[in-house]
């Protein structure tokens, strides 16, 4: 994990993409090892060989580093199987978001950023630019793609049931109350497809 | 909202009663004016005309304090009309709590108290025990009343529902992705308890 950034970047691709890619690792590897007060952008350009100017020409604010890195290494778990239901695939999302938390450093990382996030700006920014925009949007579009097929009531808000979806995994995160544990994401989508009201 | 403490309870109670409240009014009053950061234990002690001794006879830690307090001023949004249906009870809660976030500085305190929280395993406990689960509690039993009656299906886990109906406030609050829009209380209880797939 602690290899130095540009020799891990993969071999034939333009030097710019190695060096965003040596950027993106070498902040990675920093933000695993101690947290989101390691990956300073001192830190992430020495250990990727760059320059801070570099960076800079990529990425506005150190919260955006910070942010591509945390989803470059989480991008398979919004991967979506083109042939799976509606059901099936909510679940793995969740899922996989669930696991991340709870089994990865990812989990401790993603609260710190919450934290820092309720007096930055721009870390808070960049974690609904960069982070929850992007995993919304797939819900999103397979909840539309199955409201189009006939699949979900007409008067549903998309954008509410994201949160009803997404927000107990970062709720149960955030203040402990309750446990991510397997079957959560499960119960999540069953739930809300079902609806709580007994079916007549 | 600045008269200080012991003058502003209520007469006739006992002494302990009276001190334990002008903690609470002076907590309230430095959380309104300065937010976290203004509500030490010092302070607190100052503006109620007690001791910090006599603070700490009463709660164990400035976590505590901080979270009764807040937890005072907003009692009545967890009052239930007995009369209400299901629905009615579920969106008055979680309407009291969108408005208190959107509209008092109780909205900024919170993201400040979740913020700390993540630091800081007092805070997190007390935010848990003395904010999240009075009010979880209350939805719980409504949600068991109304299962016993047999106007819920059987096969649900009450905790989930209590975060797919509480977390996506609490997710708007911190994220800032969506707003905390009149309605929303509404969409959040109608679509859970109805669900999204067609009902034929």
């Known amino acids: 994990m602690t290899q130095p950034g540009p020799a891990r970047a993969p ?22 090892e101690g947290g989101l007060p390691a990956a300073t952008i001192e830190r992430i350009a020495a250990r990727a060989g760059v320059s801070k100017a570099t960076i800079y ?43 991340l938390f709870r089994d990865t450093p990812l989990g401790r990382l993603m609260r710190e950023l919450a934290a820092v996030a309720q007096g930055d700006a721009d870390v808070r920014d960049a974690l609904e630019k960069r982070w929850l925009r992007p995993r919304r949007a797939v819900t999103v579009r ?35 109350h309750a446990p991510l544990r397997d079957g959560l994401a499960a119960d999540l989508v069953g739930q809300l497809l079902t609806g709580l009201l007994p079916r007549r």
Chains 1, 2 share one sequence.
């Open 11 to 32: 071999r034939g691709r333009p030097r710019s993409e190695r060096v965003r890619l040596a950027v993106l690792d070498a902040t990675a590897d920093l933000l695993t």
């Open 57 to 99: 020409k990529w990425w506005p604010t150190r919260g955006h580093v910070v942010l591509d890195s945390f989803f470059t290494r989480t991008r398979d778990t919004i991967a979506v199987d083109p042939d799976a239901s509606l059901a099936d695939s909510l679940t793995a999302q969740l899922d996989a978001l669930s696991a």
């Open 142 to 176: 397979l909840l539309r793609e199955a409201a189009e097929r006939g699949e979900l009531r007409a008067e549903i808000d998309l954008e509410v049931v994201a949160d009803q979806l997404w927000a107990p995994i970062y709720h149960r995160l955030l203040f402990g």
